[in-house]
T-cell receptor, first 113, second 109 residues
Framework: DTEVTQTPKHLVMGMTNKKSLKCEQH?????MYWYKQKAKKPPELMFV???????INESVPSRFSPECPNSSLLNLHLHALQPEDSALYLC????????????FGNGTRLTVT | GEDVEQSLFLSVREGDSSVINCTYT??????LYWYKQEPGAGLQLLTY?????DMKQDQRLTVLLNKKDKHLSLRIADTQTGDSAIYFC?????????FGQGTELSVKP
């Protein structure tokens, strides 16, 4: 069982919808991440939060909006997405520090119609 | 560059050993990681090795690190059908995790 919990597991949304992905961890980790993964490809980093502050944004389009309400929660707000945004969205967490291993959730499978 | 390279496919028979290879680029990487991804699931951290180590063993898993050649390998002893998955190696670089393309391991009964 993963210690990083993501909801929902599956999401289908139209291009005009607004939805949110949620992630929660209770390992006391102070860094949290959003990754996007296409089928049989490696995950691509989107955002990093460190101590609840956004520290890395990998030039992600503004239709993706991250939010870190507290040290255990991470959200990804979605608006006006495109069909090519369909992918598996993975949340991860780690202890603060450059060498800490990342622990991943099972992801949200997003389909944009 | 930031390339971490792996072969894309590996097929083995159940009970054989599997060896998945990876080459990385950043000689200053402190830790190197192996992740496993089963269909429909997230990435599971299998093991990681500190860059001043040559080898790490954990039950059926053996990680070998050749720092001179920047080569990392993962050996799975007595491979089972449940080991069928995609295996990603990764190095830490600039606060980010750089993944290889993943090796799809197929275990035939």
């Amino acid at each position: 069982d993963t210690e990083v919990t993501q909801t929902p597991k599956h999401l289908v949304m139209g291009m005009t919808n607004k939805k949110s992905l949620k992630c929660e961890q209770h390992m006391g980790h102070r860094a949290m991440y959003w990754y996007k993964q296409k089928a049989k490809k490696p995950p691509e980093l989107m955002f990093v939060y460190s101590y609840e502050k956004l520290s890395i944004n990998e030039s992600v389009p503004s239709r993706f909006s991250p939010e870190c309400p507290n040290s255990s929660l991470l959200n990804l707000h979605l608006h006006a997405l495109q069909p090519e945004d369909s992918a598996l969205y993975l949340c991860a967490s780690s202890q603060e520090g450059r060498v800490s291993p990342l622990h991943f959730g099972n992801g949200t499978r997003l389909t944009v119609t | 560059g930031e390339d971490v390279e792996q072969s894309l496919f590996l097929s083995v028979r159940e009970g054989d050993s599997s060896v998945i290879n990876c080459t990385y680029t950043d000689s200053s990487s402190t830790y190197l990681y192996w992740y496993k991804q089963e269909p429909g699931a997230g990435l599971q951290l299998l093991t990681y090795i500190f860059s001043n180590m040559d080898m790490k063993q954990d039950q059926r898993l053996t990680v070998l690190l050749n720092k001179k050649d920047k080569h990392l390998s993962l050996r799975i002893a007595d491979t089972q059908t449940g080991d069928s998955a995609i295996y990603f190696c990764a190095e830490s670089m600039g606060g980010k995790l750089i993944f290889g393309q993943g090796t799809e391991l197929s275990v035939k009964p």
